[in-house]
């Protein structure tokens, strides 16, 4: 495909698609966060029916049960933090978005000016400068990879591993650039326990438009520009499990 961005032409191949989504196998092993249970698939059963093959049933028929936020990739929007009903097929586009992929080494806040709206001693951060650091043209998409980057991240338990999260200044930095759709490999852009406040999403939210979450990003993909598509079930909600494709350039 090619694509008129900017003045400039790029092509894009379909071959050259990278998948920055955790597979959900239903198995047991999903990612967690606040103390989370397991997406469940389960046959239906009634009285003369089971969706179930295996066990005597015409065809499968699954029903499924899912925590959107807490076991694995998802996109919101400013309705998850706000009464404003705004649904996530309203903002999430359905074309291609022009976005930059970075790799950052989080911090510890002792080693910051940066600040965060609630106590945050001795936990580690993205702050504004290792942002800047990384990346001098903003597009409307932005993806953070974090590191270190091992494969655990595609089923770690976020109640015993900490993650990191970003500082106020860095939300505000990425907000002010003009980014509308920001995606990152962690749980969330705020402190796990931040008193309910939220406050990252809620400052991106004044101008951004998604936020997603629990994406994971191999090593073998390269930092630098590309072309993402974020694709979403058409689903009324204000957060929807996704799968992010990315085109490199
Ligand atoms: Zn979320």
Not at 3 to 12: D, P, S
Not at 97 to 106: G, K
Request: charged fraction near 20%; include cysteine; hydrophobic fraction near 35%.
């Amino acid at each position: 495909m090619q694509i008129k961005y900017n003045n400039k032409e790029y092509l894009i191949s379909s071959k050259n698609a990278v998948d920055l989504s955790i597979e959900n196998n239903f198995s047991g092993k999903a990612p967690t966060f606040y103390n989370s249970s397991q997406p469940t698939n389960r046959p239906l059963i009634s009285k003369n029916f089971v969706g179930d093959v295996k066990q005597g049933g015409s065809c499968n028929v699954p029903v499924v049960s899912l925590n959107i936020h807490c076991t694995g990739t998802h996109t919101e929007c400013e309705g998850h933090v706000t009464n404003s009903n705004v649904s996530i097929v309203d903002v999430c586009p359905t074309g291609l978005i022009p976005a930059h992929l970075i790799t950052v080494e989080p911090q510890l806040t002792s080693e910051t000016d940066d600040s965060y709206h609630v106590g945050w001693d001795g936990e580690s951060v993205i702050t504004k400068k290792s942002i800047q650091k990384k990346i001098s043209q903003f597009h409307s998409g932005l993806i953070v990879r974090t590191i270190p980057n091992d494969k655990s991240k595609i089923s770690r338990n976020y109640d015993e591993i900490t993650a990191p999260f970003f500082t106020n200044q860095a939300i505000d930095y990425i907000a002010s650039e003009g980014v509308k759709h920001l995606l990152v490999d962690l749980p969330s852009v705020d402190k796990a326990n931040d008193d309910g406040k939220l406050g990252n999403h809620k400052r991106f939210f004044k101008y951004g438009k998604t936020i997603s979450e629990l994406l994971f990003i191999e090593d073998c993909i390269s930092d630098g520009f590309g072309f993402l598509q974020i694709q979403i079930p058409n689903w009324s909600l204000d957060a929807v499990p996704s799968r992010p494709i990315f085109y490199p350039i």
